[in-house]
């Protein structure tokens, strides 16, 4: 084998090993890590495979025009040149497409029980349930300072600094009090913009506008919260799964019934849900919208209708929701 052809033959190789390390950075333009990752690797072999098909299919296509008209078959001659060329390329393609997928299949947005460091922060851990026929998802030791919400219900909450806006049959509305000790304890510092006490409050009759009152224990309904600071609470959700970007989630997925699969097509994320068993996906969304989550395994009669949705928000919005579906929670 001449000096040209080994050339050629390094250039080439070394060609194919840059291209394997791609998949590890080609992330940018998907919506998540982990689907950039596995998309930069189909697309890298893709890159292998088209010229391979083309080179064998131009080959198997001129045999048979050159052969078409012999009458009697001849015995192929040894060429070692082009047998060494063909078993080094053959190496090099597979030594490229072992190293391009070990690197994506080591990948901790791939590999769901990789013990490879996670870049930037830690990831926040949402429990994914799947139970016939629905997604349920619970977000726990949830904090939020400077939180804000509307036409929120609570129940055994503390006002003070609160003042008489008017006195309705519903109940009195006040404004600008300091809200606190909500139903679970994980409310503090909050300013209640305006809101209506509907219970445990007396008589209605008894209050005066411009009063400033203080209450314990009692019912509001229809307020609007905000500057609130929210600890170690506990946010559920079904059927709409809420991430937020540029933050690594790793999802703890289990069923309360039978099999169930989770699948975000469009976030590159797959994952058996095995009842009394826990399985992990670890990805960091990086665009905002909206995906379709599907069941992929077949549950029963219900099954083409265990759908969700995936919503990916910036941090801000994400915190917001977080608040709302809590204060929701509440009344």
Known sequence: MNRKRVGAMALYGATLLLMAVEPAAAQSGYASTTEGAIRGLNS???????????????????????????????????????????????????????????????????????????????????????????????????????????????????????????????????????????????????????????????NPSQYETGEQVRFTDVSVSGAAIEGASITDATVKSTNTLVMPKGQNIRLNITS?????????????????????????????????GEYQLYCAEYCGVGHSGMLGTVEVRSQSNYDSWLAQTWFSAQG
Do not use: C
Request: zero cysteines.
């Open 256 to 288: 309360r019934d039978w099999l169930h699969a989770f699948h975000v097509p469009d976030l590159g994320l797959k994952q058996d849900a095995l009842p009394g068993q826990s399985n992990s996906i670890v990805t960091r969304p990086t665009k905002t």
């Open 44 to 202: 890298n072999l893709i890159y292998v495979a088209v010229p391979i098909t083309i080179l064998v299919e131009g080959i198997l296509i001129y045999t048979v025009w050159k052969y078409s008209k012999t009458d009697e078959a001849k015995p192929t001659q040894e060429n070692r040149r082009l047998e060494i060329t063909w078993t080094v390329a053959t190496a090099v393609i597979l030594l490229f497409v072992g190293v391009a997928s070990y690197q994506v299949l080591g990948n901790p947005y791939v590999a769901a029980e990789s013990q490879a460091e996670i870049p930037g922060e830690a990831a926040e851990e949402i429990e994914v349930y799947g139970q016939k026929y629905n997604w349920n998802f619970v977000y726990r030791n949830v904090s939020v300072d400077g939180a804000s919400a509307t036409d929120v219900s609570m129940t055994n909450v503390s006002i003070e600094g609160a003042t008489v806006e008017n006195v309705t049959d519903e109940g009195i509305v006040i404004s600008g009090g300091s809200v606190s000790s909500a139903g679970d304890g994980a409310l503090d510092s909050a300013s209640l913009v305006n809101g209506t006490v509907t219970a445990g409050a007396g």
